[in-house]
Nanobody, 122 residues
Framework: QVQLVESGGGLVQAGGSLRLSCAAS????????MGWFRQAPGKEREFVAA????????YYADSVKGRFTISRDNAKNTMYLQMNSLKPEDTAVYYC???????????????WGQGTQVTVSS
């Protein structure tokens, strides 16, 4: 089993920055692909970014490319999402996820955190 806990959400003005963290416990964190998803009110959950088990490969949604950076520190069992130049449309609950069957590509996450709220005011 894996437990994922997000933190770092909050209220920020447009153009500002936030850094989300996802702390993992349980199974070997460093062995699996992980990522971030988000869900805005009235919308479906959408992919934001993903990272391979070594951190050497990263993927981003077009909507956040160039503004968000995903990273991980396997020694600390923690994944991060640095969010810069935030826009009101980035407002959502952000979830971290882990795919225990994949090392490089996040295909079907089977572990999820509880989510952290990010609100960007205009």
């Amino acid at each position: 089993q894996v437990q994922l806990v997000e933190s770092g959400g909050g209220l920020v003005q447009a153009g500002g920055s936030l850094r989300l963290s996802c702390a993992a416990s349980g199974r070997t964190f460093s062995s699996y692909a992980m990522g971030w998803f988000r869900q805005a009110p009235g919308k479906e959950r959408e992919f934001v970014a993903a990272i391979s088990w070594t951190g050497g490969t990263t993927y981003y949604a077009d909507s956040v490319k160039g503004r968000f950076t995903i990273s991980r520190d396997n020694a600390k069992n923690t994944m991060y999402l640095q969010m810069n130049s935030l826009k009101p449309e980035d407002t959502a609950v952000y979830y971290c996820a882990l795919d225990s069957k994949e090392r490089v590509v996040l295909r079907r996450p089977d572990y999820w955190g509880q989510g952290t709220q990010v609100t960007v005011s205009s």
